[in-house]
């Protein structure tokens, strides 16, 4: 099944107000999307079975990770291990 052209998003995450980007989770699909900020361009996506669920989630840009909460855990996502695309 290919996923949605327009992610479902359930939650989303600024990692700091000098940030140029805003992340996006899609928990139907088990993804989160990087937009830069200005454009709304789509920069990245990152995506994992154990993000479909997720509920919320912050951001930590310096380390390149991802913390995420589901009904019952939270876990830490390693941006750059879960890479589909990226500039």
Do not use: M, W
Request: proline share 3%; charged share 25%.
């Amino acid at each position: 099944e290919k996923p949605a052209l327009v992610p479902d998003i359930t939650a989303l995450s600024l990692p700091d107000l000098e940030s140029t980007s805003l992340f996006a989770l899609d928990q139907k699909e088990g993804r989160i999307f990087e937009y830069r900020k200005d454009t709304g361009a789509i920069l990245a996506q990152y995506a994992h079975e154990s993000l479909k669920g997720g509920k919320n989630f912050t951001v930590d840009t310096k380390n390149r990770n991802a913390l995420v909460n589901t009904e019952t855990h939270v876990f830490s996502f390693s941006l750059d291990e879960h890479s589909l695309l990226s500039h």
